[in-house]
């Protein structure tokens, strides 16, 4: 799946459904197993800081997805700062797109 499309889907969960941003909110998210997706940044520097998202995803069953840019990433959720991170809770209007995506 491209990333303008998975920044397409955060940008209408977090109009119409739920979102968490940064780090610490989705791997809490993902620890209490209420996240239906995570999306990370490939320009994360240092990468140790979102390193533990994929194994901790591949265990509880959660998808994770990787956008370009952390900008991008903070932008489609809604906010003027970069962010490593975000948590999609609900999905609202996006559910189905995000059900392609899982495919």
Known sequence: MKPDDILEIIE???DTGKIRKGVNEATKAVERGVAQAIVVADDVDPPEIVMHLQPL???K???LFRVPSKNELGRAAGINVSTAAVAIMDAGEAKKKLGEAAK
């Open 57 to 59: 995803c591949d265990e």
């Open 12 to 14: 209408i969960s977090r």
């Open 61 to 63: 069953k959660i998808l």
